[in-house]
């Protein structure tokens, strides 16, 4: 099974960036983590992280017939980009939403997540465990659609 996480911009700022919000812990602690996640479930796992739109569209895109599934922290993205949510459609991969924060609990504009359109589910507001949950939700689900195809 392999796995694409996919990361929006400014995560790479973790552990710098609003601390109170997203933690003391840095983007090199999140990727330890992550591969972590991965021997647990068994994954094979890419990382990926931008600050540019059109290069996590051309991601996605070229995670086409290469990925199982997707877990996606579109960052500010979430809550502006049409661009990201087609291209998940456009895939059709499983894809699975995350946040480190809760945005819903967050200022208004936060509200709105154009990419939770196209997602099987998200998982937010639980810190790095926020991508563990999607992870293993994510191995469950395309482990139970194998068994049944
Ligand atoms: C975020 C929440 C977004 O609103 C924000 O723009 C981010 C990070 C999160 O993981 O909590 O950059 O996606």
Redesign the pocket.
Known sequence: MKLLVLN????NLLGLREPDI?GKRSYADLERFLRDCAGEIGAELEVFQSNHEGVLVDKIQAAYGVFDGIVI????Y??TSVALLDAVKGVGIPTVEV???D?DT?EDF?HISYVRLACLKTVKGLGFESYRQALLFLAAYLRERENKA
């Not at 929006?8 to 995560?11: A, F, I, T, W």
């Not at 922290?73 to 500010?76: D, E, G, K, L, R």
């Open positions: 929006g911009p400014n995560l997203y922290n579109p960052a500010a979430t809550h946040h480190l924060s945005p967050r936060r």
